[in-house]
């Protein structure tokens, strides 16, 4: 049960962070409490976004995918993770820039002036759906984890409000700064227990070379890649779940709030930059400690899979620091969920509610953006109180689904041409795709939206999706005029100073 007092240690100091913030004064007006009032330093921001992104599906889930399937979950990390920090800083350089000049708060702000109030509340909509997912994910992870790590005595489901109560305390008192803050500190944690973890179950075995030959004599199949090989990487799964993490990653909310939160555009281009290869440093350790866990841990398989990070730390620390590796997951999980809530309910506050009642005041959307963040938790722990897909899946999904967006985004900030009834024909196509693929996996028993399909060239649906959403981006754009709101905005987006 010591693992349980460390993480309940670090919900509570969690909690009184954020009450600091409160106190502070940093959820005064809407500009705080929302995005710190693009205050911002390059550390806090830099290990802020890491930890808003390094989450339950990084320590639990890639350990996870790297025991059930082997190292092509390393190529999708390479694959992914290579240009992602290139492609942030192009998609959202100009986020920052207009976002600043424009106090601009929520995501749908760009597409609001952009191509009206239709996509204003359309993409933050879709994000949410999207979100829910890896959401569900990170707390599922935590759920199983505390179940594992208290050997039963704290049961999945009495598990799944632990830290979630936790989380939505701190973020309605603390808002964006105090988020940042934790984040900041519950980043620098985990990073030192992966490493610590990391080393210490290549120790079991001789190293790390001597570890993998080990692995390899039992289980080559974990080492095998190609569309013959392998226990599931083929080379169109490992192109399509690469893209899904790399390009959703760019259309989540973090991205939005941490550009408008960035105190100087060197600090956003620093952190955009850096992130892509500190990712794949750090979540490259997870999975390999997945893979050499088949030598430690036997048997687990699907869900089940999702407690190998918590029970290799168990059989290779001694009990106080395998307590510490396992809260440091728990603390890459508690960050990324309160990212992401946070970044919704402030999208929902700010890009639906407000267009409900545009005369709304701070004090009304902050209490408003405060209840959706307990509802958004609930809903969350409904989806996975019988959970049946594991943690990296379920993300994947989230990141695929949520991709479809980048379409419009790139159009408002690049494309001239781009058009109001454009963006939201390839907004709808997209999600609708990727829904459908999703209900006929479920009724066929596959899932349709990440494993390749032969009737679709051998592509996965959210491939599929997110070319049929590209092309009708693009084709309707071109058969339709520009309204006023389009035409208006391209002296705003197409300012020769953002070329600068």
Same mark, same amino acid.
């Given at each position: 049960?010591?693992?349980?007092?460390?993480?309940?240690?670090?919900?509570?100091?969690?909690?009184?962070?954020? %009450?600091?913030?409160?106190?502070?004064?940093?959820?005064?007006?809407?500009?705080?409490?929302?995005?710190?009032?693009?205050?911002?330093?390059?550390?806090?921001?830099?290990?802020?976004?890491?930890?808003?992104?390094?989450?339950?599906?990084?320590?639990?889930?890639?350990?996870?995918?790297? %025991?059930?399937?082997?190292?092509?979950?390393?190529?999708?990390?390479?694959?992914?993770?290579?240009?992602?920090?290139?492609?942030?800083?192009?998609?959202?350089?100009?986020?920052?820039?207009?976002?600043?000049?424009?106090?601009?708060?929520?995501?749908?702000?760009?597409?609001?002036?952009?191509?009206?109030?239709?996509?204003?509340? /359309?993409?933050?909509?879709?994000?949410?759906?999207?979100?829910?997912?890896?959401?569900?994910?990170?707390?599922?992870?935590?759920?199983?984890?505390?179940?594992?790590?208290?050997?039963?005595?704290?049961?999945?489901?009495?598990?799944?409000?632990?830290?979630?109560?936790?989380?939505?305390?701190? /973020?309605?008192?603390?808002?964006?700064?105090?988020?940042?803050?934790?984040?900041?500190?519950?980043?620098?944690?985990?990073?030192?227990?992966?490493?610590?973890?990391?080393?210490?179950?290549?120790?079991?075995?001789?190293?790390?070379?001597?570890?993998?030959?080990?692995?390899?004599?039992?289980?080559?199949?974990?080492?095998?890649?190609?569309?013959?090989?392998?226990?599931?990487?083929? %080379?169109?799964?490992?192109?399509?779940?690469?893209?899904?993490?790399?390009?959703?990653?760019?259309?989540?909310?973090?991205?939005?709030?941490?550009?408008?939160?960035?105190?100087?555009?060197?600090?956003?281009?620093?952190?955009?930059?850096?992130?892509?290869?500190?990712?794949?440093?750090?979540?490259?350790?997870?999975?390999?400690?997945?893979?050499?866990? =088949?030598?430690?841990?036997?048997?687990?398989?699907?869900?089940?899979?999702?407690?190998?990070?918590?029970?290799?730390?168990?059989?290779?620390?001694?009990?106080?620091?395998?307590?510490?590796?396992?809260?440091?997951?728990?603390?890459?999980?508690?960050?990324?969920?309160?990212?992401?809530?946070?970044?919704?309910?402030?999208?929902?506050? +700010?890009?639906?509610?407000?267009?409900?009642?545009?005369?709304?005041?701070?004090?009304?959307?902050?209490?408003?953006?405060?209840?959706?963040?307990?509802?958004?938790?609930?809903?969350?722990?409904?989806?996975?109180?019988?959970?049946?897909?594991?943690?990296?899946?379920?993300?994947?999904?989230?990141?695929?689904?949520?991709?479809? =967006?980048?379409?419009?985004?790139?159009?408002?900030?690049?494309?001239?041409?781009? =058009?109001?009834?454009?963006?939201?024909?390839?907004?709808?196509?997209?999600?609708?795709?990727?829904?459908?693929?999703?209900?006929?996996?479920?009724?066929?028993?596959?899932?349709?939206?990440?494993?390749?399909?032969?009737?679709?060239? +051998?592509?996965?649906?959210? /491939?599929?999706?997110?070319?049929?959403?590209?092309?009708?981006?693009?084709?309707?754009?071109?058969?339709?005029? /520009?309204?006023p709101v389009e035409k208006k905005s391209l002296a705003l987006f197409f300012h020769p100073a953002l070329e600068e």
């Open positions: 049960m010591f693992a349980i007092a460390i993480i309940a240690g670090i919900c509570l100091t969690s909690v009184a962070v954020g %009450y600091l913030a409160m106190r502070k004064g940093f959820t005064r007006s809407a500009d705080d409490y929302f995005v710190a009032g693009s205050s911002l330093g390059y550390f806090v921001l830099i290990f802020s976004m890491l930890a808003s992104f390094l989450s339950a599906f990084c320590m639990f889930g890639m350990s996870s995918l790297g %025991y059930r399937t082997g190292f092509g979950a390393l190529f999708v990390l390479t694959v992914n993770l290579i240009p992602l920090g290139y492609l942030w800083y192009f998609m959202h350089r100009k986020t920052l820039l207009l976002g600043r000049a424009r106090k601009w708060i929520s995501m749908g702000a760009p597409f609001g002036e952009r191509y009206g109030n239709e996509m204003r509340a /359309l993409v933050p909509l879709v994000v949410l759906v999207a979100s829910i997912p890896y959401l569900a994910a990170q707390i599922q992870g935590i759920g199983v984890m505390i179940e594992a790590m208290s050997e039963g005595k704290v049961p999945y489901k009495l598990g799944l409000f632990f830290v979630p109560a936790f989380i939505a305390l701190y /973020l309605m008192m603390g808002g964006m700064k105090g988020a940042a803050w934790i984040n900041t500190f519950q980043g620098v944690f985990f990073t030192v227990m992966v490493f610590v973890l990391f080393f210490a179950v290549m120790a079991k075995n001789g190293g790390f070379r001597p570890t993998m030959d080990m692995v390899f004599e039992k289980h080559p199949e974990l080492f095998q890649l190609g569309t013959k090989g392998g226990k599931l990487w083929s %080379y169109p799964m490992i192109f399509g779940f690469s893209a899904a993490m790399c390009l959703g990653c760019v259309c989540f909310p973090q991205p939005y709030m941490h550009a408008y939160s960035s105190r100087t555009v060197k600090g956003f281009k620093a952190m955009t930059l850096a992130f892509g290869g500190l990712c794949l440093v750090i979540i490259a350790m997870p999975t390999m400690i997945g893979i050499a866990a =088949t030598e430690i841990v036997g048997g687990l398989s699907k869900v089940e899979a999702d407690k190998v990070y918590g029970l290799v730390a168990s059989a290779t620390l001694p009990d106080t620091i395998a307590a510490l590796a396992v809260a440091g997951g728990f603390a890459a999980a508690m960050t990324t969920v309160n990212s992401v809530v946070f970044g919704n309910a402030t999208n929902v506050a +700010n890009d639906l509610y407000k267009l409900l009642r545009p005369k709304a005041q701070a004090k009304e959307l902050i209490g408003f953006a405060r209840a959706c963040v307990v509802a958004i938790m609930a809903v969350c722990v409904i989806l996975v109180w019988n959970p049946t897909t594991p943690v990296a899946e379920l993300s994947v999904i989230a990141f695929g689904t949520a991709a479809i =967006t980048i379409f419009p985004l790139w159009g408002a900030y690049y494309w001239r041409r781009a =058009t109001r009834i454009g963006a939201i024909a390839a907004t709808l196509v997209g999600f609708g795709a990727n829904a459908a693929f999703l209900v006929a996996g479920i009724i066929r028993g596959e899932n349709m939206v990440l494993s390749p399909q032969p009737f679709l060239l +051998n592509l996965n649906g959210f /491939l599929a999706s997110f070319i049929a959403a590209g092309i009708v981006f693009v084709g309707v754009s071109l058969m339709t005029k /520009l309204g």
